[in-house]
Every structure is written in structure tokens, then in C-alpha cells.
């Protein structure tokens, strides 16, 4: 997304289990954390997205929260970003899209990134060849760029951490480690 124009967001596709749709890793001091939304009706989902319902009554927000904070408060730009994403584990979201979006939101701005955004208004299975679809695709490791993490020095480099791990650990030079991606 840091080099693109255009995102094109598909509420409309249906939400697959076992998928990063509602759930992110984070590094932790021994290995990887997986912090997952709950969803009212689980992850036996067979609906649209714009569908899909946060189950709120887990406190899930208050637990993500404090995670974050354990992990990632000794990290070079954590208190650099604290300020501005704490408010979005305080805010009750009731679909998962909405959750999704605010954090889209939050991200590109905190990389300053200026792509056009659409929203899709029907599923569409297959885009044309122009479109780059990352829809249920595993992004590759190969060739990615390493970068500074917390735990690095207890337990190696961990590949597909959340953006927040690359954030709170490089702070502005994200945008310039993705794009050199």
C-alpha cells in the first residue's frame, strides 16, 4: 500500500477464518504474540466483512492494550505513537470492518501516505491483471528488509509481525523500509 494510488477496500468479500481479518501478531520477549478480535458467532463466519460483528463483551481492547504496552514500551518510538493509538483500543467498534478501517486510517497516516482510497460495493472474485488483488494472499518473506526489533537479541528476527512492530521500532523510517521493500 505504500506505493499504490489506489486502494480499493473490499467489505463485501466474505471473511475467511485462520486469516489476519481479525487477528495481528506481535513480537513478545519469547516469541511472537497473536492478539485476535472475538467475533460474535467465532471465526465460523460465512458472511460479507461489512458483516462480520466484534463480540465486545471480552474486554479484548483492554487486553490488546496492555499487551502492546508490555511488549513494546521500551521500544524506541512506542511513547512516540502512544498518545495517538491508545484512543483506538478505548473506542467500542461494532464490526470488525469498522476496527479494520480505523486502523488502516491510523497507519497511513502515521507513514504519511497519500494513496486515494474506494470502497468496493460488490464482490468481485477476480480483478483484472492491472489490479494488484492481495485478498487471501500470503505476502513472501524473500528479500524482505530486516529491521530493529525489541527481542531481536533474545529469540532472532520475526518476520510478518504487525506494522506496529515496525513502527514502534523505526518510528518515521517505516514508510522508506517498506517502499525499499
Keep these: 500500500m505504500v506505493n499504490a494510488d489506489l486502494v480499493i477496500f473490499d467489505a463485501c468479500e466474505h471473511f475467511e477464518k485462520m486469516t489476519n ?12 504474540i497473536l492478539l485476535s478480535v472475538p467475533l460474535i458467532n467465532g471465526r465460523n463466519q460465512h458472511v460479507p466483512m461489512n458483516n462480520v460483528l ?30 495517538s493509538l491508545q484512543p483506538f483500543f478505548e473506542t467500542d467498534y461494532t ?7 480505523a486502523g488502516i486510517t491510523w497507519v497511513k497516516q502515521q507513514l504519511n501516505l497519500k494513496y486515494k482510497e474506494q470502497e468496493a460495493t460488490e464482490y468481485i472474485k477476480e480483478y483484472p491483471a492491472a489490479i494488484t488483488d492481495l485478498r487471501g ?17 533474545r529469540i532472532g528476527f520475526l518476520p510478518d509481525l504487525s506494522i506496529l512492530d515496525l513502527l514502534f521500532s523505526e518510528g518515521p523510517l517505516a514508510a522508506n523500509i517498506l517502499r525499499g521493500n
Design 21 to 32: 481479518r481479525n487477528r495481528y501478531p506481535v513480537s513478545g520477549a519469547n516469541n511472537s
Design 54 to 83: 466484534i463480540h465486545n463483551e471480552a474486554n479484548w481492547q483492554i487486553q490488546h492494550w496492555r499487551t502492546l504496552v508490555s511488549v513494546y514500551k521500551r521500544s524506541p518510538y512506542f511513547e512516540y505513537y502512544e498518545q
Design 95 to 101: 464490526s470488525l470492518i469498522d476496527f479494520s478501517r
Design 137 to 153: 494472499k500470503d505476502i513472501e518473506n524473500e528479500g524482505l528488509l530486516k529491521y530493529y526489533q525489541v527481542f531481536e537479541d
